[in-house]
């Protein structure tokens, strides 16, 4: 098992910049590969960045891309995103999944958080 707790998420104006966490614990962290989805309100929920269990290789939805910095610290059991140039569209809870494989697929990960809210306002 692994259990994963996100904090970071908060409100913040358009333009401004966030940085989520998530802290993992339980199982070897070091051999997962990590990554964040974001639901919004009405909507499914979505991949935004993923990190292989070295770091070495990521991938981000076009959405984010070149706004979003995902990261990871295997020392600290931590996975970040740097979330930066924040719109109102990036509004939504923010989740932190664990799995086997790099993926995009959210079915691909076997752990999840419990999410933090993200609210960006114009």
């Known amino acids: 098992q692994v259990q994963l707790i996100e904090s970071g998420g908060g409100l913040v104006q358009t333009g401004g910049s966030l940085r989520l966490s998530c802290a993992a614990s339980?199982?070897?962290?070091?051999?997962?590969?990590m990554g964040w989805f974001r639901q919004a309100p009405g909507k499914e929920r979505e991949f935004v960045a993923a990190i292989s269990w070295s770091g070495g290789s990521t991938d981000y939805a076009d959405s984010v891309k070149g706004r979003f910095t995902i990261s990871r610290d295997n020392a600290r059991n931590t996975v970040y995103l740097q979330m930066n140039s924040l719109q109102p569209e990036d509004t939504a809870v923010y989740y932190c999944?664990?799995?086997?494989?790099?993926?995009?697929?959210?079915?691909?990960?076997?752990?999840w958080g419990q999410g933090t809210q993200v609210t960006v306002s114009s």
């Open positions: 999944a664990a799995g086997r494989v790099l993926s995009r697929r959210r079915y691909a990960y076997d752990y």
């Open positions: 339980g199982r070897a962290f070091s051999g997962y590969a």
